[in-house]
């Protein structure tokens, strides 16, 4: 990593409130040079040890989980107990291939999105989600 990629990472992490670590620099540089994507905890601590970043499975949760609550990222839930993390905190939907593990990005402008039913008292909408799960076509007899 740069310097100017390292003190760019640094002031990122400070814009959002966040103490920049050794360790949260290092995932951070990993989770954004790809540019947007979306990768479960388990993909990022294969690429932090393939990087050679000292990290346990458990730091790169918890940061994972410190960079959603920022604001950097957004937590996705497509599969029982996989979630996905997406770099991409704009409004937008979801396929997710099934078998593949792959989940892809829909423009918010493509699903209209309509009679949405009214949040209990006190409470707003603060997001929808939609995940649209695919499949290969299976051949037809």
């Not at 740069?2 to 360790?23: A, C, F, I, N, S």
């Not at 790809?34 to 990087?51: F, I, N, Q, S």
């Not at 730091?59 to 979630?83: D, M, P, S, W």
Request: aromatic share 4%.
């Amino acid at each position: 990593m740069t310097v100017e990629d390292r003190t760019g990472t640094e002031l990122k992490l400070r814009h959002h409130g966040l103490r920049p670590t050794r360790q949260r620099i290092a995932l951070a540089s990993l989770l954004f040079a790809k540019g947007d994507r979306h990768l479960t905890v388990e993909e990022l601590h294969e690429e932090a040890t393939a990087a050679k970043v000292p990290v346990s499975l458990a730091t790169v949760y918890n940061t994972l989980h410190q960079f959603t609550e920022a604001g950097l990222i957004r937590v996705l839930a497509v599969e029982g107990a996989k979630t996905y993390f997406d770099t991409n905190v704009s409004d937008h939907h979801h396929f997710f291939i099934e078998g593949e593990n792959e989940v892809l990005d829909i423009p918010i402008n493509s699903i209209v999105i309509d009679n949405l039913p009214e949040p209990p008292l006190g409470m707003e909408i603060a997001h929808v989600d939609v995940v649209i799960r695919l499949r290969t076509k299976k051949d037809e007899a």
